[in-house]
C-alpha cells in the first residue's frame, strides 16, 4: 500500500498522519492496523523504528471513545523517558478527534483523566492501588513488552491483567518477542493474530530472512553480507545534529555527494534547513550543484539517479531515520556505494532484523578514542566495551534509562566505573575454602563443640544464624575440629555471635564461644597449624580448651 487512505482509517485520523508528515504506511503498520482496527487482539513482532506507535494508534484513535475522565487506553512502556516521548509524538495525532493523551509522569496535569495513559514500568502499581482507574479500559498495550516484562515482576503483570475488563482489547509488541513476553501474551489473548505472521515457537525475533511475512513487499535478491555493508551510528542528542555531523564526516571523505534519505517530507525539509544553515547546499537527487541530496522516502527517482551512476563510490546513502523494512534498505544502500545509517539505540533490534534480511552486515562506527589516561581506568574502558556488545545488555540498558530520570549520563557513567573498580579490589581478597587467611574484614571465633558433640557444618550454621540473627552470607569458613570448632564471621558481627552462642546448649553441651586466640592483631586468623604442641596430657587439655600452642600466639618469656 502506498497511503494510509488504502487503510481502515477514518478520514480525520489519515489528515491528522498527514499533517504530521506520515503518508505512506510501513509494512507492519500495513498488517496490524485492520486486526487492531476490528478489536482483535494482536502479538507484534516489531519494535521503535517499524512504525509500531502508529500501527497500533491509530486504528484505536478511531474505535475507542474518549472524555469519560479516566483512561480507554493503557499503554505500557519500559521507563518515563519511553512513556513521556511516546505521549507527546501521540498528542499532535489526537488533536483533531478531541481524545486526550499523557503520561503517567511528573509535569503532566491530571493524567489519571486522560483517555490514552503511557504508564512507565515503575508506575504499574497505580494500575491496581486505585490510584488509576481501569474500569473503563477498553485495549491494553504494551509497546516495549521485552523490556516491560524485563523491568516488572510476573506477578505484578498477571494481577494487572487479570484485573482488567473480559472485553478489554490486548496488544503486544516486542523485537525479540522473548519467551517471557510470548509466556505472558499467550496467556492473557484470545484468538490473537501474529503479525508478521508465523508460528514464534522457538524463536526470540525475527527470522534470518525477513521477507516474505510482510503484505506488499516484493522480494529482492540479497548478495553476500560479507561485500556490503552499513555504516552503523547511534544516534546521541537530536537527530537533526546527528545528521549533521554524519554529512560533514562523509564529505570530508571521497564522496562527493551525500543522499540523504529522511522518513517524510515534512522531516527531509527540515533536516534540509538544519544542514543549509551550517553551510551545506541541499538539493534533490542528482543536482550536480549541490554536495547534499534529500530524498523523502525510498522515492524511485532517488534510485534511478543511484543506478544511473558511472561510478557508486562518488555518493553515500545515508539513512537519517532507520529503513522501515529490509526493501527500503535494498532501495535506499543496494547500489554499492558507502552507506550510512543513523539509529537511536532503541532502533537497533529493528535494524538488525531489517539489515539481515536485506543481506547488510552492520559496522558500528564508534567515536575515536580518548588518549590513555592510566593502565586501571583503560582496562576498565576495555571491560566495558566488551560488556556493551553482548546481548545480556539489554535489561540493563532499562536500569540506565530509569537512572536517567534522575542523574545525569555523566553521573551514571562515574558511578558503573565506580562500581566495576571496587568489585575488582573485593576479588582480590575474596575469601575462598582452603585460603590460608581470611581478608581483614573477617575474624575467627573458637566455639566450644566439635564432632564429639555431633554438630555438623549445617548444623553451627543454622545455630549460629537462627541465635544472632547475623545472616549467612556474612558467615565465612566453618571448620569443625573434633572437641571445637573455628567459624569466620565479619569483624561488625564478631561481638553480637558471641553473645548469642555463649551459655545455650547444642549437642548436650553448653557452648562457650570467643575470640580464637591465634588471630593477629589486625583480626585476621592466622593458618592453622595446630598439629603441633606438646603432646602431654597437660598439653592436649590446654588444646581442647581453645588455647594455642606455646610459641603461637603468645609472648616468649624474656
Known amino acids: 500500500m502506498t497511503s494510509f487512505n488504502e487503510l481502515t482509517l477514518g478520514p480525520e485520523t489519515v489528515a491528522a498522519l498527514a499533517a504530521q508528515g506520515m503518508e505512506t504506511p510501513t509494512p507492519f503498520q500495513v498488517a496490524a492496523v485492520p486486526v487492531i482496527a476490528r478489536g482483535n ?3 507484534g513482532r516489531a519494535g521503535p523504528g517499524s512504525g ?3 500501527a497500533y494508534g491509530a486504528p484505536l484513535l478511531d474505535r475507542l471513545e474518549g472524555g469519560a475522565g479516566s483512561p480507554v487506553c493503557l499503554v505500557l512502556c519500559t521507563g518515563q523517558r519511553q512513556a513521556t516521548e511516546l505521549a507527546r509524538s501521540f498528542a499532535p495525532i489526537c488533536q483533531g478527534s478531541g481524545h486526550r493523551v499523557a503520561a503517567l509522569v511528573k509535569n503532566w496535569n491530571a493524567p489519571v483523566k486522560a483517555d490514552f495513559l503511557f504508564v512507565p514500568a515503575d508506575r504499574i502499581q497505580a494500575l491496581y492501588d486505585g490510584s488509576v482507574s481501569v474500569n473503563g479500559v477498553k485495549a491494553v498495550v504494551f509497546h516495549d513488552g521485552d523490556g516491560v516484562v524485563s523491568t516488572v515482576s510476573r506477578d ?3 494481577t494487572f491483567l487479570s484485573g482488567l475488563p473480559g472485553t478489554c482489547q490486548r496488544v503486544f509488541c516486542g523485537l525479540p518477542f522473548g519467551s517471557k513476553l510470548r509466556f505472558l501474551a499467550r496467556r492473557f489473548t484470545r484468538r490473537a493474530a501474529t503479525v508478521p505472521s508465523g508460528s514464534m515457537r522457538g524463536e526470540e525475533g525475527p527470522s534470518r530472512s525477513g521477507r516474505g511475512s510482510m503484505p506488499g513487499r516484493r522480494e529482492t535478491p540479497t548478495r553476500d553480507a560479507a561485500h556490503r555493508s552499513l555504516s552503523l551510528v547511534v544516534m546521541e542528542g537530536s537527530r537533526q545534529e546527528s545528521v549533521l555531523a554524519l554529512v560533514a564526516e562523509v564529505l570530508r571523505g571521497s564522496a562527493a555527494h551525500v543522499l540523504v534519505f529522511a522518513a517524510s517530507a515534512d522531516q527531509a525539509a527540515d533536516l534540509g534547513d538544519f544542514v543549509g544553515l551550517h553551510g551545506y547546499v541541499c538539493g534533490p537527487p542528482g543536482d550536480p550543484s549541490a554536495p547534499v541530496w534529500l530524498s523523502s522516502g525510498e522515492d524511485e527517482a532517488a534510485r534511478k539517479v543511484l543506478e544511473a551512476l558511472p561510478d557508486p563510490a562518488v ?3 545515508l539513512s537519517g531515520s532507520v529503513p522501515p523494512d529490509a526493501e527500503a534498505a535494498e532501495t535506499r544502500h543496494g547500489t554499492g556505494g558507502p552507506a550510512w545509517v543513523l539509529a537511536a539505540v532503541r532502533e537497533l533490534g529493528h535494524l538488525k532484523t531489517i539489515a539481515s534480511g536485506a543481506g547488510f552486515g552492520l559496522r558500528r562506527i564508534r567515536p575515536t578514542r580518548p588518549l590513555r589516561v592510566s593502565s586501571g581506568i583503560d582496562g576498565l574502558a576495555d571491560r566495558m566495551g566488551e560488556l556493551v556488545r553482548l546481548p545480556e545488555a539489554a535489561p540493563y540498558y532499562l536500569l540506565v534509562e530509569s537512572l536517567l530520570d534522575r542523574f545525569t ?3 551514571v557513567a562515574a558511578a558503573a566505573l565506580l562500581l566495576l573498580d571496587r568489585e575488582k ?8 575454602p582452603g585460603q590460608a587467611a581470611p581478608p581483614p574484614s573477617w575474624v575467627r571465633l573458637f566455639v566450644s563443640v566439635g564432632k564429639r558433640d555431633e554438630v555438623s557444618t549445617g548444623k553451627l550454621l543454622g545455630t549460629l544464624t537462627g541465635e544472632s540473627g547475623v545472616p549467612g552470607n556474612r558467615v565465612g569458613q566453618i571448620d569443625i575440629r573434633e572437641n571445637h570448632s573455628l567459624v569466620e564471621v565479619r569483624e561488625g558481627d564478631a561481638r553480637k555471635v558471641i553473645a548469642a552462642l555463649n551459655g545455650i546448649t547444642l549437642g548436650g553441651r553448653a557452648v562457650r564461644a570467643d575470640y580464637d586466640r591465634g588471630r ?7 593458618k592453622d597449624k595446630w598439629s603441633g604442641g606438646p603432646r602431654t596430657s597437660a598439653g592436649k587439655a590446654k588444646r581442647d580448651a581453645g588455647y594455642p600452642p606455646k610459641g603461637r600466639g603468645t609472648r616468649r618469656p624474656r
Open 52 to 54: 509500531t506507535l502508529v
Open 520 to 526: 593477629d592483631r589486625q583480626g585476621v586468623a592466622k
Open 156 to 158: 505484578l503483570l498477571e
Open 315 to 317: 555518493v553515500a546513502t
Open 41 to 43: 487482539d494482536l502479538l
Open 409 to 411: 549520563a555523566a553521573e
Open 425 to 432: 579490589s573485593a576479588k582480590k581478597v575474596s575469601v575462598r
